[in-house]
């Protein structure tokens, strides 16, 4: 049962994840020109993921409810999953989370000018609102809402730096066109120098996350919890160092190097291959006892 609602999370936190990033990239760092050269091939994998995200998140209820009554039908009792709905501080917040899933679906369903802007606004809050089923939402109090305010920043800037790196490697494809490839370039410039911030800041957040949920080091990895959490921080700390190699050594060289491209490209599907894993620990060790 707890395998089966750690797929789910791990399906549903990488879909969001997935859906904030390429929305932000396209709404914010290509310019008109390119984004729509973007759209096209990325359209599908976006609704997809949103219909992820509203299939998963009913699964995910599900799920928790069969844990709440200890066995496998509670999650299709009424009863159980009516308490785990409105018993619950979940419930509360998978109701709000579920309805900003079903707008941002609606969106991409939508056009209009603002349409990415619609659409990055509606995933940002989808995914942020995350933080309330997790082990911040445990405490209350106003250290409760500063570490759920602490942990809703440290998804967004996971998402944005994983979910940025699909419509990144289309870039890096689209660079080779004449009629794109100044835009493509700055819209991978724009995304890197951002990039910098948004690492930063996961970094900054994930350190005060440790401290909120636990309050001590991870170190020595001496119970599940510990190892798993050490383990996401070894990871993260790979993948921002092929953030520096990729941003410092490989984009200098895309102009005068062919084979730049390829590594470029190989060392950004690496980053995303980790940020899955790192993704798939969360969703493991959030269902652990943070000691």
């Known amino acids: 049962m707890e395998a089966a609602l750690a797929a789910c999370r791990f399906t549903h936190y990488f879909s969001a994840m997935t859906v904030f990033g390429a929305s932000v990239y396209i ?3 290509a310019p008109k020109a390119l984004r729509n050269a973007l759209a096209a091939p990325l359209r599908g994998l976006l609704i997809g993921a949103c219909v992820v995200l509203v299939v ?5 209820l599900a799920l928790l409810a069969a844990g709440m009554a200890d066995d496998w039908s509670g999650a299709w009792d009424p009863g159980t999953i009516r308490a785990v709905l409105f018993d619950t501080a979940f419930g509360t917040a998978w ?4 309805l900003l899933v079903l707008a941002l679906l609606a969106a991409f369903a939508s056009g209009g000018q603002y349409r990415w802007a619609l659409r990055a606004c509606l995933a940002g809050l989808a995914l942020a609102s995350l933080s309330l089923t997790g082990h911040a939402s445990m405490q209350a109090g106003a250290v409760g809402a500063v570490h759920r305010a602490n942990d809703a920043v440290h998804l967004l ?3 944005g730096w994983i979910g940025g790196l699909i419509p990144f490697l289309v870039c890096l494809s689209l660079s080779t066109e004449p009629k794109l490839r100044r835009d ?3 819209a991978m410039m724009r995304f890197s120098t951002t990039g910098h911030f948004a690492v930063a800041l996961l970094i900054l957040t994930g350190i005060a996350n440790v401290g909120l949920t636990s309050g001590a080091l991870p170190y020595p990895p001496s119970t599940p919890y510990r190892a798993l959490l050490l383990l996401k921080i070894l990871l993260v700390a790979v993948m921002v160092g092929l ?3 990729n941003r410092y050594v490989l984009v ?3 102009a005068r190097d062919a084979s730049a491209q390829t590594t470029l490209r190989t060392a950004c599907l690496a980053e995303v ?3 899955a894993v790192v993704v798939g620990l969360v969703s493991v060790f959030g269902l652990l006892e943070p000691f």
């Not at 998963?56 to 995910?60: F, G, K, M, N, Q």
């Not at 109701?95 to 579920?98: E, G, K, R």
Request: glycine fraction near 12%; hydrophobic fraction near 60%.
């Open 243 to 245: 953030a520096i190699f």
């Open 273 to 275: 291959a980790l940020g």
């Open 56 to 60: 998963s998140a009913p699964i995910w």
């Open 184 to 186: 493509a370039t700055d």
């Open 95 to 98: 109701i709000v989370h579920f």
């Open 27 to 29: 709404w914010l760092f």
């Open 157 to 159: 800037c996971g998402g």
């Open 252 to 254: 200098p060289r895309l």
